[in-house]
Structure formats: C-alpha cells, structure tokens
C-alpha cells in the first residue's frame, strides 16, 4: 500500500501529508459562461466527426501555456462541451491558459434483437486520436499563440486514462502506430489526472473490455493488451509530473487506481501530487469539493511547471479534511 507520507526509495524523495478536520462546507464557486475561441476545428482526417474545441485567452502578447483536455464518459460516452473540459476552461483561460478539447472515437453499440451489442471498440483509436491532439497543438503553436515546450494535459475519469496514457506513452511506436501526426510526439510538461484509471489488469472486467479484443478470450490473449493500454506500464524517471486528484470512497473508480499510480510514480522518482478527497462520494464531481479548493491546487501545480520554469514546490497544505501526498525526484 502507499504510505501517506513517503520519504526516500532510491532517491531522496520530498514527502508531506496534512490532514486538517472537516469545517463548513464552502459556498459553490460560480464561474461565468465561457464560449469557444474556435469552435470544431477539424485536427483528424477530413472524413473524421470528431473536431476539436480551442479557447484563448484575451491577452495574445505573449506566447501562452496550453492545456489539453481529455473527457470522460467510460469510453463509451462523453463530450468535449461537457462537464469537466469546459469546467476545466473556465477555470483556466481566465489564468493564462489556452485550453484545447478534443472528441475522439468512443465505443459504438447497436441494437441486435433487444439486446445491445458492440459495432466498434474505441481502441486503439481513441489512444491514437488523443495523442493526435496533442501533436495537432505542437504543430499549430504559432497559429494559436501557444509556447508548444509549455503544453499539459488533463483529464477526468476516462478522459484521465487516456491523458495519462498520452503523457507517459509519448515515446511507445506500438501506441501510436497509425496516428495521422506520428513524425511529431505527443510531449507534455505536465499531467492532471483527476479520477483516472492507471492500470486496467486491476480494474473491473466491464472497463478492460474496450481495449481486449474479445471478452471471452483466454487471459494470456487479454493480458498483453490491457498492459498495453495501461498508463502504468510506462511510468519511468522521466515520466512527467502529475497531480492525482481522487475521491476515496470513489464509486465509480476505486481510489486504489490512484493509490497504485502514486506508488508507481515514487518508484520511478517522478514528481507528483495526491490529493484524496476523504468525503467524496460520488464519481465524476469535476472542481466541486467542500474540502479542497481544487481550482487553486490545480492552477497553482500548472504555474509551477508551465509558469515557473518547470521547479517543483512543496505541495499546499490539505483544507478541510482532504489529505495531501506528495513525491518525486526534480523536475525534468
């Protein structure tokens, strides 16, 4: 198991853990109603659905920091102009960010005598499409005023799956072979994973079955596929720094898939951030948290590697009964 507090493992690693008693809950945050700069911009192939929401900042200046923004949705379901991309925009076009939001290829279903089953699984190209968009953004920096050595990524749910197969899988061919952008990698500074799936061997067999090819297939068939599309399987020293936000009483995503990414990320020295709420108790709840201020952490964690030159900082204390880990060799 992880230990809240984590100090040394080959290297001297930075540890703190606070926990604070529950208080009032915060009154909620009201944020105001934020529009795309550039509405479905085609960064697949022309006969591809799936298009891309960009929001800039008003300042343009200056060459900005960019975030990429994965949704959720089990694969299978989701949106680039819902929930917590364009929570996330809100939050950080006003800081300075461009912010952009991909779709990418979901599972399809259709109806076959009452029952539904599937017609397409999404991978290997929603991995594929994610990775495209984060070139896409590299490629058009100029165009949209971006710094592309100052690019995140984010996700929540299954959107924090693929974001974080993304960042830590930018150098795998196997990953992205066939990407319409292969000549340039995927790179990111940083990660922001809120309520991701980091490896699916330890995930229920309902959420593997998008990237196994046939659920009845012997183990030794599934298990190099579900290594293959696990986050985990290619965390390394210079694996980038991650915040880790997650519920612990997660219904949706168990907290130990978080657990296990911050065990991960101490072995190979890799700074990061664990934020446990200790009284979530739902699944996708975005920014909303009567115990952390998640806006704050979150934009404070991407200051210090797209802002501040890429130095990592001790990590804020908990409020309110969320908890605080935090570990990690330098930055890269």
Not at 125 to 131: A, E, K, T, V
Not at 217 to 233: A, R
């Amino acid at each position: 198991m992880f230990p809240r507090s984590t100090i040394g493992l080959a290297f001297v690693l930075l540890a703190a853990t606070t926990r604070l008693t529950a208080g009032e809950p915060a009154p909620p945050v009201v944020l105001a109603k934020i529009d795309p700069t550039f509405r479905d911009v085609e960064f697949l192939a022309a006969d591809r659905a799936e298009k891309m929401d960009v929001y800039l900042p008003a300042d343009g200046k200056e060459l900005r920091p960019a975030v990429v923004v994965i949704h959720g949705g089990g694969w299978s379901g989701g949106k680039k102009i819902w929930g917590y991309p364009v929570e996330f925009a809100k939050r950080a076009v006003p800081a300075g960010y461009a912010v952009f939001c991909p779709d990418y290829q979901l599972n399809v279903f259709e109806e076959v005598e009452g029952k539904k089953v599937s017609k397409l699984k999404g991978a290997p190209r929603n991995i594929q499409d994610c990775m495209d968009a984060v070139s896409f953004v590299r490629l058009n920096a100029a165009k949209y005023g971006v710094d592309p050595d100052r690019i995140a990524l984010a996700g929540d749910s299954a959107g924090g799956h693929l974001a974080m197969l993304t960042a830590y899988g930018a150098g795998s061919d196997s990953l992205g072979q066939g990407r319409r952008y292969s000549e340039i990698k995927p790179t990111v500074r940083c990660i922001v994973d809120f309520y991701g799936i980091s490896d699916l061997e330890t995930f229920p067999s309902w959420g593997a079955w998008t990237f196994v090819r046939n659920e009845k297939d012997p183990e030794e068939v599934k298990k190099p596929l579900l290594q293959l599309y696990s986050p985990v399987t290619y965390i390394g020293a210079g694996s980038p720094p991650t915040l880790i936000v997650h519920g612990k009483n997660d219904p949706g995503v168990t907290w130990k898939q978080s657990e296990e990414l911050a065990g991960r990320l101490t072995a190979a020295s890799v700074p990061f951030e664990f934020i446990t709420l200790e009284r979530a108790t739902k699944h996708a709840f975005n920014f909303d948290s009567d115990e952390v201020d998640l806006t704050r952490r979150t934009l404070d964690f991407l200051d210090r590697y797209l802002k501040e030159g890429g130095k990592p900082s001790a990590p804020g204390p908990a409020e309110k009964g969320g908890s605080t880990s935090a570990g990690g060799g330098s930055a890269p």
